[in-house]
Each structure stands twice: as C-alpha cells, then as structure tokens.
C-alpha cells in the first residue's frame, strides 16, 4: 500500500522512521483542514502583506536589459520581504500552521542561515520556543546570520557530524524531531523531506508565482517567455514555477549550484550529476556514490550546499517540464558582482546562480522575449565570504 | 517456522548489533563468533551509510569509521558468506533504504538470500513505504523486519498484522544510544501486538545494563543491544571481540531465565 499523496511521479513518499510517522499524518490532516479554511487564510494574508512585506515587487531591470542587449529582464524581488529571503513564505505559514496544531515549539535546519532566521522571527512574533540546526562550517561561512537567530530569541545549535553543512542540519533536526514529538514542529525549509513537506512547501511559497503572474499580465498584458530561479532543496524555484508549470509556453528553467564544475567532486549540482536515490524521507535525485552513500557536495553558496533536490523538480526534469542547468561557484561570484553594480541590487549568492545563467540566456533571445529571475534573497549576508573569495579578509 | 522464529524457541532472545567494518571487517567477523558463543541468538549486521538519521552519536560514530576503512557493500556479503561456514543462529541486516536501493533491491536482496542472511531493518522505509521491498523480500524468502514505536498507536494493529520474522519494537523516542531509563508504558504495546499476531517481539532502543535487558526482555520476547556493544568496538578496536563476548554473556545471563 503505497501513498500516492505523496507522490510527484515516482519521486516523494514517506521513507522516515516509523517513530515519526503519525506525526506527519497529524501535520497532513491539519494542513488539508486549515488550507481550505477561511480564517487560517486570512490570519496568513494579512501576515504576508502586513509583517513580510508582499507583495513583492516584479522590477523591470532596464540597465541590465540594455546591457545583455537581449530579452527584457524583470527581477521578483523576493529580497525585500522582511527577513530578506523568500523563506518568510513557508515559514509564516508552518508556524501559524503549528500554532493552530497546539505546538509550542519549532525547530529548523537552515544552511545559509535564512530559513533559520526567518523561523526564529516567526517563533519571536507567535511567542514560540525555537531550536536551529546548523552546520558547524555553515555557522562561520555565515556568521551574521548565527547571530540574527540568537537576537531573536532562538538558540543555534551548531552540527558537527558529517560534512557539517546543509545535510547534516537536516539529518541532526529529524533526529531532534524523533525525540521531542508533542509539542514541536519540524519546520522544514525546504520542498524537500517527507510528504507532507514538499506540498505544503511548496503552496506557501507559490504565492511567488502567484503574483508573477498577475505584476506580469498588470505590466506587459502577457506571460514571460522563460522564469529562472536557483535550486538548492528547490523552493524559491518551486514557488516562482508553480503557476506556470500548466503554461507550456513559459520555460521554467532551476539553475543549481555547480560549486568548482560538474566535471568536479566538489559540486552540489544534484540533477545535473545525481542519481535516483532515496534520503531524508524523499525519493529522489541524490549526489552519492556506487554504495548509495550520499557524497560529501560543495558550493560557495551554504543555502545550496545540498545533496539532493525537491521531489517535484525531480518529476518536473523527468517530464522534460522544466529544464535544470548548472552554473559555476565563479560564475555566481561575477553575477554577484554584476548585479550589484549594474542595477544597484546586492542578490544573495544562491540568488546570483539564477542571475549568472540570465546573463547567458537573455542575449540568445530577442528583445521581444520577456524572462523573470527570481532574487530569493538579499546579499548582505554573503558580503564577507564574497570579499575572502575574492582575496579580501573584512570584518564586520 | 522461519530461520528467525528459532530465535525466540529457547526462550528470551538476546539480539546483538555490530557495524561491519569498524574497525575493520575481522573484527566484525571475530565479534559475532564472541557474541554468538556467548549467548546472542541472532545477530544484527550494520552496513555503515553516511547519513544514518536513526542513529545516535556512537552509531553514528561506528557508520563514520567504517566507511572511512573503506568497506562496501559487497564486502559485507562477503563478510556474511565466511560468517556462514560456522555461524547458524539468524543473522539479518539494519541498514537505509538508500544502501539497498543504490544497489539494486532484488540484486541485494537475491544476494542475501544466497549468502544467508535471514532478513533486513531498514529504519527510514515505514509501513507505507514497503512495497519497495517487500514483494521482492518475499520471493527471496527474506524477513522485512517491521519496527513499532511508543507513538505508533493507532498503527499498531496495522503493522503487526503483517510483520514477519520478529517484530522491533522502539523502547521510547529519540534516536539509538544508551538510556538512563526507558519509562514508556511498553506492556501495553507489547499485549497490543500478542492480540493480533504471534510473531515474536523484541525491544530495542536505549538498553545497555543487564536489569533493562531483564526488564525488556521479561515484556517482550527479547532485547536488542546496539549502540553499548559498538561503543566496546570503538573503546577496544581489534581487541574488542573477547570484551563484546564477556558483555554478551552478562546480558544473556540476565535474560536466561526469565
């Protein structure tokens, strides 16, 4: 008896100890209750316009544009929500999810620490208890970060197993979750983990998509030609795809972190290198090696720093929907770099990769073509590790 | 009665987990026959993997050193087919879904079969999830052991129904490592199970002293030691197996009569 719920073609299902089990059906009967409740939908509308910030702005970058000299440009300003990441999405509707379901408690993983930060600003606003998990490596690549959590109430547990990043902070936060049940919420950052996870994900973050959609018909009376988002786990690019994804005219293309190349060991570029697989309660697409055991990725960038990829992107590439391209840790740097000067917009590094690739795209493409990158986040926290990579010790 | 059931037929079981490969696989191969001639009636197989989420600190530890040694999985079949000359009692596998998978279920599964190993635990593939290998486990005439937790409640009756082999019943929440005390009410489980199958039950999770191994055991039908026994690997590395022997006797004296 399989769970086709939880299914995105022959990817997702529930591969989690039996000890968690229940707990992820009570989260799924809640989810599907709330979701189609009136009052639950209002209380998180009104948090997202009120608190976080949306809608978020769809610019028009006219420097950029004229400086590819190819398709028109249009940037999803993902980076001015409150918290400065789209991760404010999810996690104001897990926690308010949460609050709903009676738990007290939310813990996280984070990698480059903004979904954790984003937790332990919703845990600080609903009055929670709050628990980080984060890769030990990832706590010094962002250290600005460690400390937002700790203003704002929560405590950050550095993880020293494995490579000490990403991976580890998941592994470390199901464990967690294991052993303190009742009154805590695993509040996963990403489409990825068990079902329910990567549904209710990723509809908390398709309001990206949602509003895309409409700024775009507002603007230019048309749908884009080609939407471009970075991949980690996979969910800003899952909520900038989602609604276009029945528009078989808009190119949905996830640009994943390739760290030193795909031809490299160190690559976190799962789709582009990966294997079926099953991990963290997902079957999926996985780095690892001929034994099943999961390989130990690289990317400059902590947030994608990950070895496997959200169920549904999976089944997306497998149907040939959307198209998943890999992009340099040098490339992401020069993007970093670009779009700061050229329109004034510091992206985070994650964002950067879906910025590199739309600087190849769009001179391909004539200037009746439209493309929409998402900036999932805003950059300021990568400024330190940016200036190291580039031979330059600063201090903040 | 399947290899597994002769386990349970002379009384209490006593269940004992070792990682392959830590620190290398003789030790292993050296331990069972200490574990074995010490009382166990069945041994558990640990095949490391990199990321074992249901594993404390000192499994975890162990999956580390042994993948660090370089042991692969067809070194462990390896292991099992020498083990086999000498060693009767059951010996089934606890590993993750994705080490069995990446290998390919039925070529893994045909395999254990071949070389004797009389069933698999895999703690991330739940009742939901077991079509991935059951069907193949079946053909193959190896046990897909089913584990039950204090929060499966509603489930019990479920999973039970189709248990076979033994049935691994988790002591208390959280991952695997040694406990002070295990305060879940597990006799209720326990007569939850008896009420809709007579496959035999053993608890593991936390247990490491010889009156918890008695007072599981005294519930159930036997009591699984992992993490007390690897951590006498780690302290002892290739001079482990007389320490894991001496263990394994004072843990199946306290279950002996019971």
């Given at each position: 008896?399989t ?9 997702g299902?529930q591969?989690i100890?039996?000890t968690?089990m229940n707990?992820v059906?009570?989260l ?5 209750h709330?979701?189609?409740?009136p ?17 978020s702005?769809?610019?028009?970058a006219e420097?950029?544009t ?6 028109k440009?249009?940037?999803k ?5 409150h918290t400065?990441?789209?991760?404010v ?7 308010l999810?949460?609050?709903k379901?009676g738990?007290?408690?939310l813990?996280?993983?984070?990698g ?6 984003a937790?332990?600003?919703a ?5 929670m208890?709050c628990v ?8 010094i ?6 400390y937002r959590?700790?203003l704002?109430?929560a ?5 020293k197993?494995g ?8 592994s470390e936060?199901?464990?967690e ?5 009742s009154?805590?919420h ?14 209710i994900?990723?509809d908390f ?5 949602k509003?895309i959609?409409?700024?775009?018909l507002?603007?230019?009376?048309r ?5 471009l988002?970075?991949?980690g786990g996979?969910?800003?690019a ?6 276009f ?5 808009v190119k949905?293309?996830?640009c ?16 582009n290198t ?9 079957k999926s697409?996985?780095?690892q090696?001929e034994?099943?055991?999961i390989a ?8 994608l720093?990950?070895?496997?990829v959200?169920?549904?992107h ?5 149907i040939?929907?959307a198209q ?9 740097v020069q993007a970093?770099e670009y779009?700061?000067?050229?329109e004034?917009i510091?992206?985070?590094i ?7 690739y739309?600087?190849k795209?769009a001179?391909?493409?004539g200037?009746?073509?439209?493309i929409v990158v ?6 300021d926290?990568d ?10 010790d600063?201090?903040? | 009665m399947?290899n ?5 037929s002379g ?19 050296a ?37 660090s040694?370089?042991v692969?999985t ?5 292991l099992v ?10 010996m089934v596998f606890m590993?993750?879904?994705?080490v ?6 039925e070529?893994?599964?045909?395999t254990?079969?071949?070389?004797g190993?009389d069933?698999?635990i ?15 486990c079946?053909?193959h005439?190896?046990d897909?052991i089913?584990?039950i937790a204090?929060t499966?409640?509603?489930?019990i009756?479920m ?7 033994f ?7 959280g991952?695997?490592g040694?406990r ?7 006799g ?11 496959t035999?039950?053993?608890i593991?999770?936390?247990i490491?002293k010889?009156?918890?191994a008695?007072?599981m055991a005294?519930i159930s ?8 026994i690897?951590?006498?690997v ?13 263990y394994?006797k004072s843990m199946k004296?306290a279950?002996?009569?019971?």
């Amino acid at each position: 008896m399989t769970n086709p719920a939880g299914r995105f073609g022959i990817h997702g299902g529930q591969y989690i100890p039996e000890t968690l089990m229940n707990a992820v059906i009570e989260l799924e009967e809640a989810y599907n209750h709330y979701k189609n409740d009136p009052q639950f939908n209002k209380e998180l509308s009104d948090l997202f316009n009120e608190y976080a910030n949306r809608p978020s702005r769809l610019y028009y970058a006219e420097k950029m544009t004229k400086d590819l000299g190819g398709a028109k440009i249009y940037l999803k300003r993902e980076d001015l929500n409150h918290t400065g990441a789209h991760k404010v999405n999810n996690v104001l509707g897990q926690a308010l999810l949460a609050k709903k379901m009676g738990k007290t408690r939310l813990i996280a993983e984070t990698g480059a620490g903004q979904h954790g930060v984003a937790t332990a600003t919703a845990a600080a606003l609903f009055g929670m208890e709050c628990v980080v998990f984060m890769g030990e490596e990832d706590t010094i690549r962002q250290a600005l970060n460690v400390y937002r959590m700790r203003l704002l109430g929560a405590t950050v547990i550095p993880v020293k197993t494995g490579t000490r990043t990403l991976k580890d902070a998941v592994s470390e936060a199901m464990r967690e979750w294991t052993t303190r049940i009742s009154d805590t919420h695993y509040c996963l950052g990403s489409v990825m983990g068990p079902h329910p996870f990567p549904t209710i994900v990723r509809d908390f973050q398709a309001v990206i998509s949602k509003e895309i959609k409409e700024q775009m018909l507002a603007k230019e009376g048309r749908l884009p030609d080609a939407v471009l988002a970075c991949v980690g786990g996979g969910s800003n690019a899952i909520g900038s795809f989602y609604h276009f994804i029945e528009d078989k005219d808009v190119k949905l293309i996830g640009c994943e972190a390739a760290g030193r190349g795909i031809d490299t060991f160190e690559t976190a570029a799962t789709v582009n290198t990966g294997k079926l697989g099953i991990f963290h309660g997902m079957k999926s697409y996985f780095c690892q090696d001929e034994d099943g055991q999961i390989a130990p990725v690289y990317s400059i960038s902590a947030g994608l720093d990950y070895p496997g990829v959200g169920p549904e992107h999976a089944h997306l590439h497998d149907i040939g929907r959307a198209q998943y391209v890999p992009v340099t840790d040098e490339e992401a740097v020069q993007a970093f770099e670009y779009l700061s000067k050229m329109e004034g917009i510091i992206p985070a590094i994650e964002s950067a990769h879906a910025v590199a690739y739309a600087r190849k795209l769009a001179p391909t493409m004539g200037k009746d073509k439209i493309i929409v990158v998402t900036i999932s986040g805003r950059g300021d926290k990568d400024c330190a590790a940016i200036a190291r990579y580039r031979g330059e010790d600063i201090h903040e | 009665m399947s290899n597994i059931k002769s386990a349970f037929s002379g009384g209490k079981a006593f269940i004992a987990f070792i990682t392959c490969g830590d620190p290398d696989l003789a030790t292993t191969a050296a331990c069972v026959r200490e574990a074995v001639k010490n009382g166990a009636d069945l041994i558990e197989l640990g095949i490391p993997f990199s990321d074992p989420t249901a594993e404390g600190p000192v499994i975890q530890g162990a999956n580390i050193r042994a993948l660090s040694g370089g042991v692969k999985t067809k070194d462990v079949f390896d292991l099992v087919r020498e083990l086999r000359k000498d060693i009767t009692v059951p010996m089934v596998f606890m590993t993750y879904a994705n080490v069995v998978f990446s290998y390919g279920a039925e070529k893994f599964i045909s395999t254990c079969e071949e070389t004797g190993i009389d069933g698999i635990i895999l703690p991330d593939v739940p009742f939901e999830e077991k079509e991935d290998f059951l069907p193949i486990c079946k053909a193959h005439g190896v046990d897909l052991i089913s584990l039950i937790a204090p929060t499966s409640e509603n489930r019990i009756g479920m999973i039970a129904k189709e248990a076979d082999g033994f049935i691994y019943l988790v002591s208390s929440l959280g991952v695997t490592g040694a406990r002070s005390e295990i305060t879940t009410d597990l006799g209720d489980i326990v007569a939850h199970i008896r009420s809709v199958t007579d496959t035999p039950v053993a608890i593991g999770f936390g247990i490491s002293k010889p009156e918890q191994a008695a007072a599981m055991a005294k519930i159930s039908d036997g009591a699984i030691v992992g993490s007390a026994i690897v951590k006498i690997v780690e302290q002892y590395g290739k001079d482990a197996p007389s320490h894991v022997g001496e263990y394994v006797k004072s843990m199946k004296d306290a279950i002996r009569n019971l």
